[in-house]
């Protein structure tokens, strides 16, 4: 089996940045596809951003040219760089990992607070 460990959520201010890491250890032959999805409060999980094994990636519109999806390999790890944050961007970020053999896995969420 497979865990997410996130971290690298907080409060920050409107136009600031911050940069989310979600590390998979367990068991299993390779990472595919890792991604970053969102679920703002009385709103629907919506995907953030998504980043395939060869590097090929895919964001959501609101955030396109804001954010910024990588993935370590050696390290199983995939990162969220975060800038120009706006208060709508306010959610928990939820990381998922779609693995060679098995299910797909989630982290358990980390916050993201933007103020005004």
């Known amino acids: 089996q497979v865990q997410l460990v996130e971290s690298g959520g907080g409060l920050v201010q409107a136009g600031g940045s911050l940069r989310l890491s979600c590390a998979a250890s367990g068991s299993f032959f390779s990472i595919n596809a890792m991604g970053w999805y969102r679920q703002a409060p009385g709103k629907q999980r919506e995907l953030v951003a998504l980043?395939?094994?060869?590097?090929?990636?895919d964001y959501a519109d609101s955030v396109k040219g804001r954010f910024t999806i990588s993935r370590d390999n050696a390290k199983n790890t995939v990162y969220l760089q975060m800038n120009s944050l706006k208060p709508e961007d306010t959610a928990v970020y939820y990381c998922k990992v779609s693995a060679s053999v098995g299910p797909p896995y989630w982290g358990q969420g980390t916050e993201v607070t933007v103020s005004s």
């Open positions: 980043i395939a094994s060869g590097g090929r990636t």
